[in-house]
């Protein structure tokens, strides 16, 4: 597991954080200390490594990036973490468009998607 929390490309992705799955990668985001967690087969592996390293869990989500398929559908908002009906998340889904878009945000100053 590792917390990236200064730019990489996407050729870097796919060149060192496929070996779970041959087309996904499992990302958690901390959208308050905007970085992320990577390289794990659970989203809850990423989620407790963030949390030793002092993330707090209300802000930690769950997505998924796909590095190979087009900008649009890059980024999938699913995991079982984001089941949090205290934060009027209740499905997988991340259901809040504001930090959908902050996630959004967080992996575009983070992945640069065009390399």
Known sequence: ???????????????????????????????????????AELHSDLEAYLLENGSEQENLWGINLYPFKDKNDFIEYTSLINIRPHQDNFSMEVENLEIRKRITGIIDNLVEYES
């Open 1 to 39: 597991m590792k917390i990236i929390d200064s730019r990489i490309s996407r050729n870097e992705l796919t060149d060192n954080y496929l070996g779970y799955f041959k087309t996904m990668i499992k990302v958690v985001v901390d959208v308050q200390k905007d970085i992320l967690a990577i390289d």
